[in-house]
């Protein structure tokens, strides 16, 4: 075993990217190392038909080079042996000899420039995005040669190359290897994107299943109706990052536990996503109706609406959960509560889940649940849009209320509170 992961930085967003770059395959894992407490090892056992970037990280994970690949995904700021201003290179691989024992390292900011992001060029010379996964494989490549002291001149070239596979892959623009120029900012995705739904692909069994696809699918239609949406998005993604790799990990390992987490939360989260979506987009209708019914069926009866909900809203409210339950739920406990520590992704998937089995339980309406939980968006978290697209945001997060305008005046209360320079432009589109 060859690969592992500096547990100083956020060793999470390091497994991650590392998931991503196998295609979201759930035979990748990560174990401790008895002998040293500041690194994690990472398992990986290829599942057949995983894309051509798996197969790269299955060659660095288990091929014995003789020298160890370290990975630091550094939340900004310095490397600490080189000195080097992460924001200005986005990532670097270097032999480090000073232990007396030579360890290639593989470091970058897992912040992305403090959530600016980080940009390259295509060969149009358009800026186009740098997002974490694609700086780690883009590092990897450098760590293969240098591990296999095969380093070339110019190194840039087959690390841009190689890193043109999984931006392929993603559906992300693709790199001029000739231009290796970039830095903090923007960059074109050409709608694709790199954010892993890693407990859906582990309790499903693939990164393309149906469950993945449709999520997938209601992630864009938000995020390209407002740029409020998609950088919510962008925030949930930052904090599912962090609990989420381990819990995949296990499902990968766990039959048992893959369908207990497809049953309690996967379908039943999907269902309310996409119940969420109709109202917001459709408003109340025939869509509405079925989507209200698949909601129901996906919380199925037998399972205990109740008492599901009693549980999942005791882990939201960070209380232990009962003796009684089954260790196999005692083991994702402190993941669930950290998740729910957590603004954007307790919002975006402990509430809801919550409420969908709370409501199938005590046969409350689910449109009233749904339009609550809108109306709770962390979105005051968010700054506020420029002044140039203050109306078009608002106006389309506006139409997302028209089912339930009372709910766009409850978001509302608390907007005018974080954006108070905002007040005129909310009060125009009905959030006051």
């Known amino acids: 075993m060859t690969v592992f992961i500096d547990t100083s930085g956020t060793p999470d967003i390091a497994f991650g990217d590392l998931f991503t770059a196998t295609g979201s395959d759930s035979g990748l894992g990560e174990i401790n190392v008895p002998t040293d407490s500041t690194v994690f090892q990472v398992t990986y056992i290829e599942t057949a038909g995983a ?3 798996a197969d790269r990280i299955n060659q660095l994970v288990n091929t014995d080079f003789g020298v160890p690949i370290v990975i630091s995904a550094l939340n900004d700021g310095t490397d600490p042996i080189t000195g080097i201003d992460l924001k200005t290179v986005a990532g670097e691989t270097y032999i480090d000899s000073s232990s007396g024992s ?8 897992s912040s992305q420039c403090l959530g600016s992001g980080f940009f390259a060029f295509d060969v149009n010379g ?7 996964p694609v700086i780690l ?23 841009e190359t190689d890193e043109n596979v999984l ?14 120029g970039g830095g903090c900012g923007a960059g074109d995705t050409c709608g694709g994107t790199v954010n892993g739904c890693f407990i859906v ?39 599912y990052y962090q609990f989420s790799p381990a819990i995949a990990g296990r499902l990968g390992q766990d039959a048992l536990a893959r369908q207990a987490v497809l049953l309690v939360a996967v379908r039943p989260l999907l269902a309310w996503y996409t119940l969420a979506g109709v109202l917001a987009f459709d408003g109340e209708g025939f869509g509405a109706e079925q989507a209200m019914r698949d909601l129901e069926r996906a919380c199925p009866r037998y399972l205990g609406r109740t008492s599901v909900a009693g549980v999942l809203a005791g882990l939201r409210a960070g209380k232990p959960l009962p003796d009684k339950m089954p260790p196999l739920l005692h083991s994702f406990a402190e993941d669930v509560r950290k998740a729910a520590a957590l603004p954007h992704a307790g919002w975006a998937i402990l509430d809801p889940l919550a409420r969908a089995w709370g409501a199938a339980g005590a046969r409350r309406d689910v449109r009233a649940e749904v339009a609550q939980w809108l109306a709770d968006a962390p979105l005051d978290k968010l700054a506020q849009p420029a002044d140039a697209m203050l109306d078009g945001e608002l106006s389309a997060l506006a139409g997302l209320f028209d089912f339930r305008p009372e709910a766009r005046r409850a978001l509302g209360a608390r907007l005018t509170q974080a954006w108070p320079q905002a007040i005129s432009a909310l009060a125009r589109h009905g959030f006051i």
């Not at 030579?102 to 900011?109: K, L, M």
């Not at 692909?201 to 740029?227: D, I």
């Open 126 to 132: 358009k800026q186009i995005s740098f997002p974490g």
């Open 201 to 239: 692909s582990a309790t499903t069994g693939s990164p393309e299943s149906e469950e993945v696809r449709r999520l997938r699918a209601l992630r864009e239609l938000v995020a390209g109706t407002t740029q409020l949406g998609a950088t919510l998005i962008d925030r949930i993604y930052e904090e």
């Open 167 to 180: 931006r392929s892959q993603e559906g992300l623009c693709l790199r001029d290897v000739n231009n290796h």
């Open 137 to 159: 494989y883009h590092e990897l490549s450098h760590a293969l040669r240098a591990a296999t002291g095969t380093t070339q001149t110019n190194d840039e070239i087959p690390a």
């Open 51 to 53: 894309p051509a970037t």
């Open 102 to 109: 030579a360890i290639v390292r593989v470091v970058y900011d």
